[in-house]
Nanobody, 119 residues
Framework: VQLQASGGGLVQPGGSLRLSCAASGSIFRLNDMGWYRQAPGKQRELVALITRNFTTNYADSVKGRFTISRDNIEHTVYLQMNSLKPEDTAVYYC??????????????WGPGTLVTVSS
């Protein structure tokens, strides 16, 4: 199983980006999935979580600006980021629980995508 994040880049303050996390391999289903971020010199932090039943949870710093969603058929998780601020600059990682086709459940992480918010 592999998770591949994409959609990062350079954006001006107030702008928007949409991140995608595509899971591939021997997947039976994606379970709880999330987006995390790590800014330079800081620890990795949770940005948003989404359960298989589409229940969501957000860090206080992104509530009202970011939206996490998922496509259970395409095994993809998205993060729509609006009203971006310089403090949102970080490497964004997707990760979560995956049940494989052999019915083994374990956590996986993608390699991350860089988001830079700057004028």
């Amino acid at each position: 199983v592999q998770l591949q994040a994409s959609g990062g880049g350079l954006v001006q303050p107030g702008g928007s980006l949409r991140l995608s996390c595509a899971a591939s391999g021997s997947i039976f289903r994606l379970n709880d999935m999330g987006w995390y971020r790590q800014a330079p010199g800081k620890q990795r932090e949770l940005v948003a979580l989404i359960t298989r039943n589409f229940t969501t949870n957000y860090a206080d710093s992104v509530k009202g600006r970011f939206t996490i969603s998922r496509d259970n058929i395409e095994h993809t998780v998205y993060l729509q980021m609006n009203s971006l601020k310089p403090e949102d600059t970080a490497v964004y990682y997707c990760g979560g629980s995956v049940t494989t086709t052999t019915f083994v459940r374990r956590d996986y992480w993608g390699p991350g995508t860089l988001v830079t918010v700057s004028s």
